[in-house]
């Protein structure tokens, strides 16, 4: 059985930081695409930041760029986003994701086209 099982969310304060990380198991995902949404109450699920299976390619939205960084250990099947600088509008559930497909040389933002999906973990930032 296929699992993603992000942590490291918590209550910080504006200008603090966060690192959430994604474990998977139940198969590799070193082939495939991965990355991270979030859902902030009354909201839609939204796209934060994308990797591509080697780390090489990368894609954050604008509203994270230059705070968020996102990145990935194959070896331990696991996703991470460090996050920076952190604003009260960054408050949210954060979900991890995987393509099921071997994707190279490309990154997705479009939440259809992943597959595989977290139980999310709660960021909260005071302001």
């Known amino acids: 059985q296929v699992q993603l099982v992000e942590s490291g969310g918590g209550l910080v304060q504006a200008g603090g930081s966060l690192r959430l990380s994604c474990a998977a198991s139940?198969?590799?995902?070193?082939?495939?695409?991965m990355g991270w949404f979030r859902q902030a109450p009354g909201k839609e699920r939204e796209f934060v930041a994308a990797i591509s299976w080697s780390g090489s390619s990368t894609v954050y939205a604008d509203s994270v760029k230059g705070r968020f960084t996102i990145s990935r250990d194959n070896a331990k099947n696991t996703l991470y986003l460090q996050m920076n600088s952190l604003k009260p509008e960054d408050t949210a559930v954060y979900y991890c994701?995987?393509?099921?497909?071997?994707?190279?040389?490309?990154?997705?933002?479009?939440?259809?086209?992943?597959?595989?999906w977290g139980q999310g973990t709660q960021v909260t930032v005071s302001s």
């Open positions: 994701a995987a393509d099921r497909d071997v994707s190279i040389g490309v990154v997705f933002t479009n939440p259809l086209a992943y597959d595989y």
């Open positions: 139940g198969r590799t995902f070193s082939r495939n695409v």
